[in-house]
T-cell receptor, first 113, second 117 residues
């Protein structure tokens, strides 16, 4: 089976830094991705970690520790537009030899002025 | 990136009927995925569709309820059959990898909001 746990909600103020954690338990692992979804919108790709360590993309960074089955998304210099839901997702193997995304429970981020 | 369109964007259907959702992508892609998402909840994978082969269904989803077609590398359909109110949800099409796209990126369509009465 597969399970990915995230905090349900995180609140922060503009300009702050926030970290969203993700712990996973999956049968097979090819990397951890993060997606952002605004209300009524489609999920959009933010970052991917295939190996342990930190990946940085502008104000967003993502970290992975495969030995701990743990990752996080770090958002810096928060802006109001960052208010959205954030999902971690594991790339897991399929019987067909391809890979699929299994999504976490999701974290709703609320940024206040 | 890949641009994905879905039709219809929303629909209200009566129980016992069926609805077919179309997904069109602007470039050729290897895999197309169908997800279901309840408002405020996570995404649950229904099935994976590759061209020229049977769709692969996740645990809890069956072909009779959610038949899928994948006639070419840019198009797929998902049918929600014999609907009940429990099928009310947002259905999302997703694609990846594709030509010139990173293997780890998936792109999502805008979704189809289905309400079954």
């Amino acid at each position: 089976g597969q399970s990915l746990e995230q905090p349900s909600e995180v609140t922060a103020v503009e300009g702050a830094i926030v970290q969203i954690n993700c712990t996973y338990q999956t049968s097979g692992f090819y990397g951890l991705s993060w997606y952002q979804q605004h209300d009524g919108g489609a999920p959009t790709f933010l970052s991917y970690n295939g190996l342990d360590g930190l990946e940085e993309t502008g104000r967003f960074s993502s970290f992975l520790s495969r030995s701990d089955s743990y990752g996080y998304l770090l958002l810096q210099e928060l802006q109001m537009k960052d208010s959205a839901s954030y999902f971690c997702a594991v790339r897991a193997p399929m019987n067909t030899g391809f890979q699929k995304l299994v999504f976490g429970t999701g974290t709703r981020l609320l940024v206040s002025p | 990136s890949a641009v994905i369109s879905q039709k219809p964007s929303r629909d209200i259907c009566q129980r016992g009927t069926s609805l077919t959702i179309q997904c069109q992508v602007d470039s050729q892609v290897t895999m197309m995925f169908w997800y279901r998402q309840q408002p405020g909840q996570s995404l649950t994978l229904i099935a994976t569709a590759n061209q020229g082969s049977e769709a692969t269904y996740e645990s809890g989803f069956v072909i009779d309820k959610f038949p899928i077609s994948r006639p070419n590398l840019t198009f797929s359909t998902l049918t929600v059959s014999n609907m009940s109110p429990e099928d009310s949800s947002i259905y999302l099409c997703s694609v990846g990898p594709g030509q010139g796209l990173p293997f780890y990126e998936q792109y999502f369509g805008p979704g189809t909001r289905l309400t079954v009465t």
